[in-house]
């Protein structure tokens, strides 16, 4: 059965600290690996990985997928009050049919 | 549209009622996804429709729950005979084409059932 396990399930920082996200998959055809904040309803769009080693980074926000160990990591430095949130990270089939994903992380940033 | 529309955004149901749920994709959005996420949980594939080809139902817990969709338009989902087990919130995704491009999510509806 394919899954999606996350860890830690949730985080408390204070504003300024550095948090790394985990998130490791046994996915039959693996595609991609997406992460999303997601707050109050709707889940946003972060980063989309296909390949393995290529970092990819968004402003506090960056990414790695190491494929041959299934799993990635997303880092956000200097964290700040709003990136409290709930953080997805689901993987996409080959097939592109399903987006599978896994429970999410709570971070709290505190002030 | 801007975005992925869904309405209600609450819909509060007796048990035993029928509801429909809808959701408008992003305009030339192929893909559609419809998600359930319970309480504390994680996002639970229920369907997915792909431009005109048979949608894959693969994840719909029980023939209670049906869905259409009209070529790249609208999608309703129908939950018939509601339970209180099906109180979660319902996310509909579209994406451009159905790989290598990231999902959209609506803003859910939240159903209650009581």
């Known amino acids: 059965e394919d899954k999606v396990v996350q860890s830690p399930l949730s985080l408390v920082v204070h504003e300024g600290d550095t948090v790394t996200l985990n998130c490791s998959y046994e996915v039959t055809n693996f595609r991609s690996l997406l992460w999303y904040k997601q707050e109050k309803k709707a889940p946003t769009f972060l980063f989309m990985l296909t390949s393995s080693g290529i970092e990819k980074k968004s402003g506090r926000l960056s990414s790695i997928l190491d494929k041959k160990e299934l799993f990635s990591i997303l880092n956000i430095t200097a964290t700040q009050t709003g990136d409290s949130a709930v953080y997805l990270c689901a993987v996409l089939n080959q097939a592109g049919t399903a987006l599978i994903f896994g429970k999410g992380t709570t971070l709290s940033v505190s002030s | 549209g801007a975005g992925v529309s869904q309405s209600p955004s609450n819909k509060v149901t007796e048990k035993g009622k029928d509801v429909e749920l809808r959701c408008d994709p992003i305009?030339?959005?192929?893909?559609l996804y419809w998600y359930r996420q319970r309480l504390g949980q994680g996002l639970e594939f229920l369907i997915y429709?792909?431009?005109?080809?048979?949608?894959?139902k693969s994840g719909l817990p029980s023939d209670r729950f049906s869905a259409e969709r009209t070529g790249e338009s609208v999608s309703t989902l129908t939950i018939q005979r509601t339970q209180q087990e099906d109180s979660a919130v319902y996310l509909c995704a579209s994406s451009l084409n159905r790989v290598e491009t990231e999902a959209f999510f609506g803003q859910g509806t939240r159903l209650t059932v009581v």
């Open positions: 429709f792909q431009g005109n080809s048979a949608p894959d």
């Open positions: 305009s030339g959005h192929t893909a």
